[in-house]
């Protein structure tokens, strides 16, 4: 799991260079000091031919606890 405080964007740098290169599973999660308004979506990528169950079941925990919709996004 990674965070970013960046100024600008929803992900860092950094955050996208390893979502992008990760040979396993990555969370980005943005860092706001406080909630700036209602929950949004909860979004996961999978590889369509190599599903990871876990990030499945965490992203789907996830949207559960916060009431939000979860989408899922393959390839």
Known sequence: ???SSAP???LGSVGLAV???APCPVVL???????????RDVVVGID???PAEA???????AALASGVPLRVVHT
Not at 29 to 39: D, F, K, W, Y
Request: charged content about 15%.
């Open 55 to 61: 990030v499945l079941a965490f992203a789907r925990k």
């Open 48 to 50: 369509a031919h190599d």
């Open 1 to 3: 799991m990674l965070g």
């Open 29 to 39: 999660v943005r860092a706001t000091p406080e909630p700036t308004g209602p929950p």
């Open 19 to 21: 979502a992008a290169h």
């Open 8 to 10: 600008h964007g929803p």
